[in-house]
């Protein structure tokens, strides 16, 4: 059973860059594509990026001029490095893996993490 | 804003049955787009429901069906019990593998 979990220091001051990593057991990040997605409180999920085992990442555009997706396959990890940071990034930042119908590209997330708080406060 | 348009909120006695439309108005989703739906109950990580528009995975009750017509996706909650009250979010994917959530909807069973 595939497993993510995510960790990162949960309180951040604004301007300051959020780190996330995800540790993956029970599975290989050297195939699919790995996510991260985060929900603020009370509000929608919100994409964020993915890279895939090739090192071809996606970035939401909104997002795109601060955000850095990098994968470590020699650990099973892959990270999310956000700059300059402010109150509106204060979130449940959750990372997932995008599998597809075989043969296909047709996708769906199939696991997630459960998911970690991060506050940005002055 | 966000390419495709849930309704913000549905709702619907025990027993009925409802339907979340997902309006896809990105157009580097293609037109043979593909949707997923999920289900996150309050504090939780979301969890795949419906992949690929209709396909159910193990262990997710039958009650729950999805379809597709045009440029709208749509969930549908059949027998509606309490255990439904949820946010229910479609997703959906560029050529490119970029990812686009709808905005989600609040289900309220009365």
């Known amino acids: 059973q595939l497993q993510l979990q995510e960790s990162s220091p949960g309180l951040l001051r604004p301007s300051e860059t959020l780190s996330l990593t995800c540790s993956v057991s029970g599975g290989s990040v050297s195939s699919y594509h790995w996510n991260w997605i985060r929900q603020p409180p009370g509000s929608r999920l919100e994409w964020i990026g993915n890279?895939?085992?090739?090192?071809?990442?996606n970035y939401n555009p909104s997002l795109q001029s601060r955000v850095t997706i990098l994968a470590d396959t020699s650990k099973n990890q892959f990270s999310l490095k956000l700059k300059s940071v402010t109150t509106a990034d204060t979130a449940v930042y959750y990372c997932?893996?995008?599998?597809?119908?075989?043969?296909?590209?047709?996708?769906?997330?199939?696991?997630w993490g459960q998911g970690r708080l991060v506050t940005v406060s002055s | 804003q966000s390419a495709l348009t849930q309704p913000a909120s549905v709702s619907g006695s025990p027993g009925q049955s409802i339907t979340i439309p997902c309006i896809v108005t990105n157009s580097d989703v293609g037109d043979s787009y593909s949707v997923s739906w999920y289900r996150q109950q309050p504090g939780i990580a979301p969890t795949l429901i419906i992949f690929d528009v209709t396909y159910r995975p193990p262990g997710v009750s039958d009650r729950f069906s999805g379809s597709k017509s045009g440029n709208t996706a749509s969930l549908t909650i059949s027998g509606l019990q309490a255990e439904d009250e949820a946010d229910y979010y479609c997703v959906s994917y560029t050529s490119d593998v970029a990812v686009i959530f709808g905005g989600g909807t609040k289900v309220t069973v009365l």
């Open positions: 890279i895939h085992n090739t090192g071809k990442t």
């Open positions: 997932a893996r995008l599998a597809h119908v075989r043969g296909t590209s047709r996708y769906f997330f199939d696991y």
